[in-house]
């Protein structure tokens, strides 16, 4: 079958050719489905394949007498064929007999071809190499790479690349090694810039640092007698030399762009543009409360960065519920009040509608006041009340423009952009911040950026990916809130959930259940959350269960929105697509189902929905036991964090070391500009070198600082800048 498949694939690829090639194209070399593949995988230049490093190795280099060989060793033998015949019970299988001085071996093929046979037949000796199983009583590989023996070993390991199907191990292998001769690997460090790692013994006995291509050469062909381990939890000297290189590439590329900024103009914002009491001291009036020192003090460093003339790169985090959004209204009001205009947006169009409606009813009035506007720009708007609110935009008259990304489309022309404030930063892409810094341009200048998010980021990860970024940290809560207590029950116990949400109801409050999200389908999703809706009116009698969910038109969503906000809708059931900004007090139970498929910084911000009034809340995690009973147990023990503290920092610092940094950088990945070789948790001593030795690069060698990062980065650098 698989021969088949290979005899096809370059037939396809010709038909496809035939397809694409515009009848005048000129006669050029297409790319083979090879080639294609590798620039898939981002292998175009030289030194994109030199820094394309091995998954594992292969060990060709010796061989191991049979006798020797051990259950579980990966080995290669070498021996003559002594039987091969082809068995048919219990399944379909060829069965061959390799024998050396030493001892036998059994070669088990479930698939194989008659060129098998032939290659395999008697007497014929063999190369084999593959994993053993069993030991004295009869040695056994299942499907093991074998060709005829003779040619002479190899002096260093052999490397396996990762890949994919288009693209063979021997063809990529052949590519790298191609590479690696060609490459610029000359040193971008300067010469008193040595990085914190292990020196090695050359063949002189001096004890020196590995090079970037002495470290390359060895870690694509390392020798038979390095230390595997070394190499897998990249401790080796090479390794570390490369992380070190990465991570300067990375810190580089950051401060150039800090300082690039530094060099870019934005509107100096203070208050007291106008007639009368500044705006933000009218907004301070009419609040029902008083701010809390956190947020006095974040408020501060943000007016502070709006009265230079260079635009502000500020992340404002703070837990959920910590008051984000008061703090960046009154960033918004000074701007307003120095005459520019003001956007506020968030990543869908129930969020913006959720995190800022309170906040535009205490504003709209006081705008009202001063002849201005808010506008709305969301996706679904109609042509006409579209139009009307570009024109707001356009004139000025709007000086609040509140919405999703709508809200930086090209279509969208401000009057004079200079403060936006982005909601959730990590669900934005770069593209759109990239989008919203033209948004200013005619004046030559930059709008200032504040973005808010209630996932906090680790600190090494400041330091690393946000090294250009400034952060402000609400790092304490409103008064007067009551905890949450969260509850681990197992599925099986879903019944008693349900007991309680009855009991809930009856006492006047209300209740989200939260159904899993399945990445890979919406549609999977959906009737998920329509069957649990379902379920759950059938167990409820007499309560009123409403369904929310992604698909739903605007003004559906609306409506069940607003049951539930007027509390004549006990039991909202919704996929996670919507839920975070929904604020309603009187809400004071939560259930999430199939909690373990959720990151734990998601389930906090959804936790975060209830106990804001003034009634104990709860949220109850079920995690699901039916695949097996160990998988339930894991997945309660990774969900004990979130009963445990309430802390969402707490809470990010645990998710990080379990899921790594990807879910923090959140846009930032499509920049591809994750640390392939590095890792933050571990090679702090690396970053801090790499931070240091940024500063002093940049001023003192800027030339090679411009090799190191191109080097490391090409392209990417400017997603980096975003
Ligand atoms: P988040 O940081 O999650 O965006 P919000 O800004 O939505 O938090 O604030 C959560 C709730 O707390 C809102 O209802 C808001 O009006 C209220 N709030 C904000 N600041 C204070 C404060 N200093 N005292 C009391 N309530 C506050
Ligand atoms: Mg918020």
Redesign the pocket.
């Known amino acids: 079958m698989p021969r088949a498949r290979s005899s096809a694939a370059p037939a396809g690829a010709e038909a496809a050719r035939v397809a694409v090639a515009p009848a005048s194209a000129p006669a050029r070399a297409q790319p083979s489905p090879a080639q294609k593949a590798l620039h898939k995988l981002g292998l175009v230049r030289d030194i994109d394949l030199a820094l394309h490093l091995p998954l594992r190795y292969e060990d060709e280099t010796r061989i191991t007498p049979i006798r020797n060989a051990r259950d579980g060793d990966s080995v290669q033998i070498e021996g003559t064929v002594v039987a091969c015949e082809v068995q048919l019970r219990p399944r379909r299988q060829l069965l061959v007999t390799v024998e050396d001085e030493t001892g036998s071996c059994e070669l088990r093929f479930f698939s194989f071809y008659p060129s098998h046979q032939k290659t395999m037949a008697v007497g014929a000796r063999l190369r084999v190499r593959g994993e053993i199983k069993g030991g004295f009583w009869g040695r056994q590989m299942l499907h093991p790479a074998f060709r005829l023996a003779g040619g002479e070993l190899p002096a260093a390991l052999t490397p396996v690349y990762p890949t994919v199907a288009q693209l063979p191990q021997a063809y990529l292998r052949r590519a790298v090694a191609g590479a690696l001769l060609r490459v610029d690997l000359s040193d971008t460090l300067p010469p008193d810039a040595d990085p914190p790692v292990h020196h090695f013994h050359d063949q002189n006995g001096v004890q020196r640092l590995w090079n970037l291509r002495e470290a390359l050469s060895f870690l694509h062909h390392p020798t038979p007698d390095v230390a595997l381990a070394t190499l897998q939890d990249h401790s080796h000297p090479a390794w570390q030399r490369l992380k070190a290189e990465e991570l300067l590439a990375q810190q580089l590329s950051q401060l150039q762009s800090k300082r690039e900024r530094a060099r870019l103009r934005a509107p100096v914002l203070r208050a007291g543009g106008s007639a009368g009491a500044p705006l933000h001291e009218q907004l301070l009036a009419v609040l029902p409360f008083a701010l809390t020192g956190a947020q006095r003090r974040v408020g501060e460093e943000i007016a502070r960065d709006i009265a230079r003339p260079v635009p502000m790169h500020r992340l404002l985090q703070g837990d959920v519920g910590s008051g ?2 008061v703090v960046a209204a009154l960033a918004a009001a000074v701007c307003i009040d120095a005459g520019w205009q003001c956007a506020l947006m968030a990543p869908t169009e129930i969020l913006a509608e959720q ?1 800022f409606a309170k906040l535009i009813g205490w504003l709209e009035p006081l705008l009202a006041a001063r002849g201005q506007r808010v506008a709305w720009l969301v996706g679904g708007q109609k042509k006409k009340e579209r139009a009307a609110m570009l024109a707001l935009i356009a004139s000025g008259e709007a000086t609040l423009v509140v919405g999703t990304h709508a809200v930086i489309q090209d279509s969208v022309q401000f009057r004079n952009l200079a403060l936006a404030v982005i ?1 959730e930063q990590h669900r934005f892409g770069v593209a759109q911040r990239l989008a919203l810094r033209q948004k200013l341009a005619d004046h030559g200048m930059e709008p200032h950026l504040l973005m808010m998010s ?1 996932t906090p980021i680790p600190r090494t990860l400041a330091m690393s990916y946000y090294a250009d970024l400034d952060v402000s940290t609400i790092d304490e809560l409103p008064p007067g809130r009551t905890p949450i207590v969260t509850k681990l029950i197992a599925d099986s116990r879903k019944d008693e959930v349900i007991g309680r949400i009855g009991a809930q109801v009856a006492a006047g409050r209300q209740v989200y259940w939260v159904c899993p999200l399945i990445e890979e389908s919406e549609a999977l999703d959906l009737s998920n959350a329509t069957a649990t809706h379902a379920d759950l009116s059938e167990a409820l009698p007499g309560v009123m269960v409403g369904l929310l969910h992604s698909r739903m038109p605007g003004a559906e969503k609306k409506a069940v929105m607003d049951l539930f906000k007027s509390a004549q809708m006990g039991v909202l059931v919704s996929t996670t697509v919507i839920e975070v900004g929904v604020d309603v007090p009187n809400a004071s139970l939560m259930v999430i189902e199939h909690a373990e498929r959720f990151g734990l910084s998601q389930l906090h911000q959804l936790r975060g929905r209830v106990g804001r009034g003034a009634a104990a809340s709860a949220c109850v995690l079920l995690y699901s036991t039916n695949d097996s009973g160990r998988l339930g147990e894991t997945a309660r023990d990774r969900l004990k964090a979130m009963a445990e503290t309430n802390d969402g920092f707490e809470i990010a610092r645990r998710d990080l070391e379990i899921r790594g940094p990807g879910e923090f950088l959140g846009a930032r990945q499509s920049g591809d500009a994750l640390l392939r070789f590095a890792d933050l948790a571990t090679d702090t001593l690396l970053l801090d070198w790499a931070r240091e030795q940024a500063v002093a690069m940049l001023d003192r060698h800027p030339a090679l600082a411009e090799r190191h990062v191109q080097r490391w980065l090409g392209g990417k650098s400017d997603y980096l800048k975003a």
């Open positions: 984000k959004t995190h909601d209630a």
